[in-house]
């Protein structure tokens, strides 16, 4: 019983930790694709918020036309975000693969 407990706790150490995400969970670039949208949809919104001085805001109409455009429902991308959320490591990369998106963006317009 020892030597099974021993052998299961030496194959979790082992594993590399990338086995993909369960079925209604988006992979892992599918999400960070509409992460980085629901981000710009966030920064649009602040956007028309505080410079603009909008007082209605259509975020439901945004994420809508979002989750459309990504193939993806709310429901799918909030589960994807709890279950990345749940591995901070994964999550840090897919937000440091989204600030290296967005840098490059700016740069491509400041040209």
Known sequence: MKRLFFIGLLLVACSSG???PPADV???DRFKDA????QLIEARM??????SHHSAIPADQYYAEMFKAQGTTKEQFQRSFTYYSGR???MKGI???ILNELSRRKDELAQ
């Open 46 to 51: 602040n956007h028309e918020l505080v410079v």
């Open 95 to 97: 937000y440091e693969d």
């Open 35 to 38: 992460l980085l949208e629901a």
């Open 88 to 90: 901070p490591e994964e």
């Open 26 to 28: 988006l992979p892992r």
């Open 18 to 20: 990338t086995e993909a």
